[in-house]
């Protein structure tokens, strides 16, 4: 974080780099982008992510954040249970707030093995109230 985040400059090295490395090895040309640990963490000026937004939308990228972590990022595998009932708790915390839209923060690694076992229930728990789910774009 302390280079992405030392200046403008450097956040936008480390995207082009990145964004290069999508488009090689893809063929697909990357048009959003997340601010790695978010755009509200402790690594980031608000000032700097403000720069970040406006060079960035200047560029015609659009930046997603999420909004609901499956609070998957742990040493020891996550239950199924507990997986489920963290997303489901922040999804309805946010609808309680006017919210009618998440995005899910979930990683890959080694330890989460349970949160793809969790998925279908998850998805179809979601469609019943309402929720559609699309490419990002």
């Not at 249970?81 to 946010?94: A, T, V």
């Not at 279908?120 to 774009?137: A, H, S």
């Amino acid at each position: 974080y302390k280079k992405v985040y030392a200046l403008l400059d450097g956040f936008l090295e480390e995207f082009d780099h990145l964004n290069s490395l999508i488009k090689e090895t893809t063929g697909v040309a990357p048009t959003t982008y997340r601010f790695p640990g978010g755009s509200t963490n402790s690594n980031a000026s608000p000032e700097l992510i403000q720069d970040i937004i406006k060079e960035m939308d200047a560029r015609g990228y659009v930046f997603y954040d999420w909004h609901t972590s499956a609070e998957d990022s742990t040493a020891v595998p996550a239950s199924e249970e507990h997986l489920y009932c963290s997303i489901m708790d922040n999804i309805k915390n946010r609808e309680k707030q006017g919210y009618n839209r998440a995005m899910v923060l979930a990683h890959v690694s080694a330890n989460n093995v349970n949160l793809p076992k969790v998925l279908p229930r998850l998805i179809n728990d979601l469609k019943e109230r309402g929720y559609l789910f699309d490419v990002v774009t």
